[in-house]
């Protein structure tokens, strides 16, 4: 959604007054090309992320590797150790 829809002119220039008045014409430049990069790097790294994502999804899951036969089970004695043999 987007956030500035909610926002009118009268609240968008008292924001843009209020910025220059902290940090200064100079320094509004520098802030905003900060800013600037800092969204681009973010959406670089989403775009990043989704793609692997979709790559991921869209490649076929690798072959299984084939299974070695299971030994057949050994037959278990019915006398155990402590039982004396008769």
């Known amino acids: 959604m987007n956030t500035l829809a909610f926002l009118g002119w009268p609240e968008?220039?008292?924001?843009i007054v209020v910025?220059?008045?902290l940090f200064?014409?100079?320094k509004v430049p520098e802030l905003m090309r900060g800013l600037g990069s800092g969204i681009k790097e973010f959406k670089k790294a989403?775009?990043?992320v989704?793609?692997?994502?979709?790559?991921?999804i869209e490649?076929?899951?690798p072959p299984?590797?084939?299974?070695?036969?299971?030994?057949p089970a050994e037959t278990v004695s019915?006398?155990?150790?402590?039982?004396?043999?008769?």
């Open 59 to 61: 490649d076929e899951p």
């Open 78 to 86: 019915q006398s155990s150790p402590a039982d004396p043999k008769p």
């Open 50 to 56: 989704q793609d692997e994502f979709q790559r991921a």
């Open 24 to 26: 200064g014409a100079k």
């Open 19 to 21: 910025v220059l008045i």
């Open 64 to 71: 299984e590797p084939p299974r070695r036969p299971t030994p």
């Open 46 to 48: 989403s775009r990043e």
């Open 12 to 15: 968008i220039i008292g924001i």
